[in-house]
């Protein structure tokens, strides 16, 4: 508070650090902030109002008047999004109200700005190296070794392209490769290659009997925004169903997947990821996307942006016997199908067999025995309260959020990842995007 009075922006937490990203809870949900390792500048203005990032425009041309597109009628996808929008739209407008409410109740909301900085988007690479292309290129010319693992204990110059590089000291360790110097946190551990070395993690896992307590996946899900900036490669939901989750997950892992607000990729995790995953479906929670002064970045009532984004949340069974929750109780629809070809039902992938569960020792710390706190009082909804940050689909630290409904010793992954974080796991063909000592956060 006295740091406020004087017009100081709260300091971000860092995970690891001792200190949560989460800065407070009731009922309605969660209000978090991202971690300071990000240090990206935050959306301040409600996107479309002027003066917003993307209002904002250098040419002072004015614009041509474009003729009136007829309107078409919707499909069946989006008459069945509009349902779901229909239904969640009170919910999530209460528990909006409820945590903005708590937000500001403790002093973090309104964030104040920070001079001309807020214009700047922080920490993304400022080379011109792209990691996709050199996964690419990895993956094509098969250049992984027999050493596939490279444990580091001090700042290096390492070939760090489809290799499991390891972290496993009590302080951060600067690699050079590819013409960039990386900081790589202590006590975590990462994969940078391309979906088809996936098996480098699972050997790596298998190898050391490690089994991943939580496991949170934000799959880059094709959509005509990303086609049309090509801002990164999607992938296709056959891929997806062949990550081996089974072989990652330890009994009773909690599995989180990021979704964009197509009704379809949801019903697709419920219904088809899922059940080959041989995970049950427990929950599906809102991610409330606020400006620093609180309001929604998007009107409510947006037709095709909305002001949140959807996490569907399952937990991984260790029986034949899957107990999912029906998704109807959630969408309160007709499961319609769409215009697309129909997708092949996958097999149901057998889980681990059900035995003593004994700690795993990894680079994400030793455990000497489970003691849960709250694994089964999961929400079926809930909300996080945080306000965004302005670089492309970065999305809040979830490590802290659901750490009261997993085990005090407890290993982490996030797959898709491009960041890193201390005491997690990561995989991604842009596992190191943000990661550049040449960003200003981390220099």
């Given at each position: 508070?006295?740091?406020r009075?004087?017009?100081h922006?709260?300091e971000?937490?860092?995970p690891?650090s001792?200190?949560?990203?989460?800065?407070?809870?009731?009922?309605h949900?969660?209000?978090?902030?991202?971690?300071?390792?990000?240090?990206s500048?935050?959306?301040?203005?409600?996107?479309?109002?002027?003066?917003s990032?993307?209002?904002?425009?250098t040419?002072?041309?004015?614009?041509?008047?474009?003729?009136?597109?007829?309107?078409?009628?919707?499909?069946?996808?989006?008459?069945?999004?509009?349902k779901?929008f229909?239904?969640?739209?009170?919910?999530?407008?209460?528990q909006?109200?409820s945590?903005l409410?708590?937000?500001?109740?403790?002093?973090?909301?309104?964030i104040?700005?920070?001079?001309?900085?807020?214009?700047?988007?922080?920490c993304?690479?400022?080379?011109?190296?792209?990691?996709?292309e050199?996964?690419?290129?990895?993956?094509s010319?098969?250049?992984?070794?027999?050493?596939?693992?490279?444990?580091?204990?001090?700042d290096?110059?390492?070939?760090?392209?489809?290799?499991?590089?390891?972290?496993?000291?009590?302080?951060?360790?600067?690699?050079?490769?590819?013409?960039?110097?990386?900081?790589i946190?202590?006590?975590?551990?990462?994969?940078?290659?391309?979906?088809?070395?996936?098996?480098?993690?699972?050997?790596?896992?298998?190898?050391?009997?490690?089994?991943?307590?939580?496991?949170?996946?934000?799959?880059?899900?094709?959509?005509?925004?990303?086609?049309?900036?090509?801002?990164?490669?999607?992938?296709?939901n056959?891929?997806?169903?062949?990550?081996?989750?089974?072989?990652?997950?330890?009994?009773?892992?909690?599995?989180?997947?990021?979704?964009?607000?197509?009704?379809?990729?949801?019903?697709?995790?419920?219904?088809?990821?899922?059940?080959?995953?041989?995970?049950?479906?427990?929950?599906?929670?809102?991610?409330?996307?606020?400006?620093?002064?609180?309001?929604?970045?998007?009107?409510?009532?947006?037709?095709?942006?909305?002001?949140?984004?959807?996490l569907?949340?399952?937990?991984f069974?260790?029986?034949?016997?899957?107990?999912?929750?029906?998704?109807?109780?959630?969408?309160?629809?007709?499961?319609?199908?769409?215009?697309?070809?129909?997708?092949?039902?996958?097999?149901?992938v057998?889980?681990?067999?059900?035995?003593?569960?004994?700690p795993?020792?990894?680079?994400?710390?030793?455990?000497?025995?489970?003691?849960?706190?709250?694994?089964?009082?999961?929400?079926?909804?809930?909300?996080?309260?945080?306000?965004?940050?302005?670089?492309?689909?970065?999305?809040p630290?979830?490590?802290?959020?659901?750490?009261?409904?997993?085990p005090?010793?407890?290993?982490?992954?996030?797959?898709?990842?491009?960041?890193l974080?201390?005491?997690?796991?990561?995989?991604?063909?842009?596992?190191?995007?943000?990661?550049?000592?040449?960003?200003?956060?981390?220099?």
């Open positions: 508070a006295r740091l009075m004087h017009g922006r709260p971000m937490e860092c690891g001792g200190r949560s990203t989460v800065v407070t809870a009731n009922e949900g969660v209000v978090l902030r991202y971690p300071g390792t990000f240090g500048s935050l959306v301040e203005s409600p996107y479309g109002k002027l003066g990032s993307e209002s904002t425009c040419n002072t041309k004015p614009r041509r008047r474009r003729k009136a597109k007829k309107r078409r009628q919707l499909n069946q996808g989006e008459v069945l999004q509009l779901y229909e239904k969640m739209r009170s919910q999530i407008l209460i909006y109200e945590l409410q708590a937000a500001k109740s403790v002093g973090y909301i309104p104040p700005p920070v001079g001309l900085q807020t214009d700047e988007v922080a993304e690479s400022t080379s011109a190296l792209n990691l996709q050199v996964c690419d290129y990895n993956a010319a098969s250049n992984t070794t027999s050493e596939s693992v490279v444990s580091l204990t001090s290096c110059v390492q070939d760090v392209c489809g290799k499991m590089v390891c972290n496993s000291t009590g302080r951060d360790i600067t690699v050079k490769d590819l013409n960039s110097s990386f900081l946190p202590s006590h975590c551990s990462f994969l940078l290659s391309d979906i088809q070395n996936l098996d480098i993690l699972t050997d790596y896992a298998a190898s050391r009997s490690i089994k991943f307590n939580l496991i949170v996946i934000d799959p880059p899900w094709e959509n005509r925004s990303v086609i049309r900036g090509k801002k990164y490669h999607w992938i296709s056959e891929q997806l169903l062949g990550i081996q989750i089974p072989e990652l997950a330890a009994p009773g892992a909690l599995v989180v997947v990021w979704v964009t607000n197509k009704r379809r990729l949801a019903e697709f995790v419920q219904q088809s990821l899922f059940p080959a995953w041989s995970v049950a479906m427990i929950g599906e929670w809102h991610w409330i996307k606020v400006t620093t002064s609180g309001e929604l970045v998007y009107d409510i009532d947006s037709v095709h942006k909305k002001p949140f984004e959807t569907v949340i399952g937990r069974l260790s029986s034949n016997r899957l107990e999912p929750v029906d998704p109807a109780a959630l969408n309160d629809t007709v499961h319609q199908p769409d215009s697309r070809p129909p997708h092949k039902k996958p097999k149901l057998q889980p681990v067999s059900p035995g003593p569960v004994t795993p020792t990894s680079s994400a710390g030793a455990g000497t025995g489970l003691q849960v706190q709250d694994q089964s009082n999961i929400p079926l909804h809930n909300s996080l309260l945080c306000v965004p940050s302005k670089v492309h689909s970065q999305k630290h979830l490590g802290d959020v659901f750490s009261r409904y997993l005090v010793e407890r290993n982490c992954l996030e797959l898709f990842a491009r960041n974080f201390p005491g997690w796991t990561s995989w991604g063909n842009e596992v190191l995007k943000f990661q550049e000592i040449s960003c200003d956060s981390l220099s």
